[in-house]
Every structure is written in structure tokens, then in C-alpha cells.
């Protein structure tokens, strides 16, 4: 059974960094292109990030130079790097097993002064 479990978010300030974890289980993410998602307060679930088997990534314009996404394939688990936070960041950030369809739980993550 697939299943994928984030972890990281919290409170942070405008500028601030944070580190998502998605750590997978019954799959072996390093062959699956896996992405993150986040959903803001009334607005629809947009693509964040994603990164492909051959480690091509790829970003939302509005995240470009400030978030990165990775994986460690000992761990199994995927990452996304936050850095220089905005508030407009502010949503519930999912992981996503694209080949699956398998999408976790969420994390939060709130920017605010």
C-alpha cells in the first residue's frame, strides 16, 4: 500500500525558511516522479513543484529561486526547501506520488509577522 506522510510545516515569518518532508512508504520514490502541492484558503490546489525519476525538476513561476525541491533516496523521503517565505506562501502543502495518484495528508504552513 502506498502511502506518503509530510512533516515541517509551522509558523514562520516573512523572509523565513522551512524544510517539508514527505516521507514515503511502499513505494521506492527514486523511480516515480513525485511533487508537492498546496492549497491556499479558498483557492483552488496548484502544483508547487515536481521532480521526475531522471531528477528533472520543475517550479511554479511564483516559487522559482526561493523553493527547491529534492529527494533522499536512502531515506525515501522527497523534500521541499522554503526559503525568503511570503505570506501569499501561506496554504496546506501536499505530497504527491504523480504515478499513483497518492496524495498525503498536508502540512501547514502560515508566514505572518
Known amino acids: 500500500q502506498v502511502q506518503v506522510v509530510e512533516s515541517g510545516g509551522g509558523l514562520v515569518q516573512p523572509g523565513g525558511s522551512l524544510r517539508l518532508s514527505c516521507e514515503a512508504s511502499?513505494?521506492?520514490?527514486?523511480?516515480?516522479?513525485m511533487a508537492w502541492y498546496r492549497q491556499a484558503p479558498g483557492k483552488q490546489r496548484e502544483l508547487v513543484a515536481f521532480i521526475t525519476n531522471s531528477s528533472y525538476t520543475n517550479y511554479a513561476d511564483s516559487v522559482k529561486g526561493r523553493f527547491a525541491i529534492y529527494r533522499d533516496n536512502a531515506k525515501n523521503t522527497l523534500y521541499l526547501r522554503m526559503d525568503k517565505l511570503k505570506p501569499e506562501d501561506t496554504a496546506v502543502y501536499y505530497c504527491?506520488?504523480?504515478?499513483?495518484?497518492?496524495w498525503g495528508q498536508g502540512t501547514q504552513v502560515t508566514v505572518s509577522s
Open positions: 504527491k506520488v504523480e504515478d499513483r495518484g497518492a
Open positions: 511502499g513505494i521506492r520514490i527514486r523511480i516515480l516522479t
